[in-house]
Antibody, heavy 121, light 107 residues
Framework: QVHLLQSGSEVKKPGASVKVSCKAS????????MEWVRQAPGQGLEYMGR????????NFAQKFQGRLSLSTDESTNTAYMRLNSLTSDDTAVYFC??????????????WGQGTLVTVSS | DIQMTQSPSSLSAGIGDRVSFTCQAS??????VNWYQHKPGKAPKLMIY???NLEEGVPPRFSGSGSGTHFTFTISGLQPEDLATYYC?????????FGGGTKVEMK
């Protein structure tokens, strides 16, 4: 069965970077986009960006342009999200999610368990 | 980027009530809008896809409508298990985007 396993919680200081991993299993890794979504405390879901593990192509929400990088390692079926220049506003739970697009409907069908990133001095 | 403005951000209703909330897209010709139900500690669940199509297994009291820039999600006969936050999400244009969410609470 499909499973997305994310790395553990992180505590970072303002100005630092964080890298979160998402190990996929149970499906052909390069066949589906991997998306990244975050949820700050008491806030809604916020879309960050996506990567095509087959081509390496990425697409980012404008808010994260220049500060977000996404990558994948096909040898380990793992996707990575790196966010730079952290501020307290980046304190959130970060999710990876698979985008189902092979057939209708197109939607986020599987989610990782979430990684809490806390930014504090 | 397409902004999805969802309203209201929260609402209170009683069991059996009909509740509706909306999502307004910042650009026209948005076709592909999904609606998710999100409960704490669980993954968001697809309820409606492409604005008005009921996802398999979702009770028929849930419905969606709209096109262009204005989309509506309706629960006809609220049940206790429907308490959750609901999000619209567009995929007509990249990057994808979510609405801010509507939290449905029991009166």
């Amino acid at each position: 069965q499909v499973h997305l396993l994310q790395s553990g919680s992180e505590v970072k200081k303002p100005g630092a970077s964080v890298k979160v991993s998402c190990k996929a299993s149970g499906y052909p890794f390069t066949g589906y986009y991997m998306e990244w979504v975050r949820q700050a405390p008491g806030q809604g879901l916020e879309y960050m960006g996506r990567i095509n593990p087959y081509s390496g192509d990425t697409n980012f929400a404008q808010k994260f342009q220049g500060r977000l990088s996404l990558s994948t390692d096909e040898s380990t079926n793992t996707a990575y999200m790196r966010l730079n220049s952290l501020t307290s506003d980046d304190t959130a739970v970060y999710f990876c999610a698979r985008w189902h697009h092979v057939s209708r409907p197109h939607y986020f069908d599987y989610w990782g368990q979430g990684t809490l990133v806390t930014v504090s001095s | 980027d397409i902004q999805m403005t969802q309203s209201p951000s929260s609402l209170s209703a009683g069991i059996g009530d009909r509740v509706s909330f909306t999502c307004q897209a910042s650009q026209d010709a948005v076709i592909h809008v999904n609606w998710y139900q999100h409960k704490p500690g669980k993954a968001p669940k697809l309820m409606i896809y492409d604005a008005s199509n009921l996802e398999e297994g979702v009770p028929p009291r849930f419905s969606g409508s709209g096109s262009g820039t204005h989309f509506t999600f309706t629960i006809s006969g609220l049940q206790p298990e429907d308490l959750a936050t609901y999000y619209c999400q567009q995929y007509s244009r990249l990057p994808l985007s979510f609405g801010g969410g509507t939290k449905v609470e029991m009166k």
